[in-house]
């Protein structure tokens, strides 16, 4: 499907999963032919790691769909990762629940729709040297993918694309040496501390590509100049690559898609206000208890979740940037998702954590994919 080019049409499946290698339901979907493999360009998974540095449930999920897909599309395993977009977030603390969302992108064989709908996006950057991440390259080339991104989804433009997630890399003991070994300074020495970084630089190339900042001219901009972020951005950082991976999602006039996109911006982990706007984003509204009105139509919820760094949310002290026990992110995912799973009435929603640049200081970004009207 080139840019631009014949309508699109994009299928979009969200599917539980038993455990990181579960492939069933994705199985199933395929065998009763109501999903084309051929089509999938995207899956976005929720894992039950521990979304830190060691979190492997990322890596043998994704390893698990790219040799089930591998096997129904006749190709080797190495080449599904550049065919398909693979984000396996992990982390699903509290009431959150495992799951993929699969994206399947095809010619549409009717025009496209009189009003925009959904459409979707793939590119990725180059592989980033160990040094790189959290600086300025990092930035730039993830601008240059995410502008590659927009046009593959046929978005001219910034202000319809709603949600932009990435797959980033991080710095780990292995990775830091080589970078020593050509005596290059890496971001932080701290492993942990990377996924911070590498984020946050991926969400500021976010920004600088629609428009939303102006390109930094220096790296001390990450994880230091909060007021710099993307209000559509959504970055999770993890151990199995060192590219960062560009899915781009918006409603375009070149989408003869059922669905639809919207998004709004939490201020903080309990802003019930922003989760609300998100939803009337997307067409979906609420009944006077306070209840979807039409709980059929959502299809999913993807949402950023960090404790603020100053300490405080609306003034009141917490305690999650001070645990020694569980970290930031866990507590941040497990607050997040409990508010998201009240208002939407299921707890399989995709909520990341660590939100740097990603939203206000705090808070982050919330995109809601709905059908487009009564099914």
Known sequence: MNDRGAAQ????FKIPMAGPADVSGLARLIDQGALDPRAI????????????????TREY???????????R??????????????VMSGG??????????VFARSIADRPAACDKRLAIGIASTREFLPEELGRSAQIKETEMAVKAAMANA??????????????CPLLTTERMQAAHGRRRSVVTEDAYASMGYSRGASALGVAVALGEVSRPSSDDIVMSDWSAYSAVASTS??????????????????????FVIGHSVMKDAIDLQGVVAAFRSAGLDFDAAGRLA?????VNVFVKAEASPSGKIRGARHTMLDDSDINSTRHARAAVGGLIAGVSATTQVYVSGGAEHQGPAGGGPIAVIAHAGNV
């Open 237 to 258: 950082a993890g151990i199995e690559l060192m590219r960062n991976v560009v899915i781009l999602m918006g409603n375009s006039p070149w989408s003869a898609s059922r």
């Open 9 to 12: 049409k994009v299928d979009v």
């Open 73 to 86: 599309l006749g190709l080797a395993a190495r080449e599904i990762g550049w065919r398909i977009a693979f």
């Open 61 to 71: 999920a994704t390893a698990a769909l790219a040799g089930f897909l591998a096997e």
């Open 92 to 101: 699903t603390e509290g009431v959150l629940s495992p799951h993929m969302t």
């Open 41 to 56: 360009v995207a899956i976005l998974g929720k894992t039950e790691g521990n979304g830190c540095v060691n979190d492997f």
């Open 294 to 298: 039409d709980p059929q139509r959502l």
């Open 154 to 167: 046929g978005i001219e433009n910034a202000a319809d694309v709603h949600f932009v997630q990435i797959k």
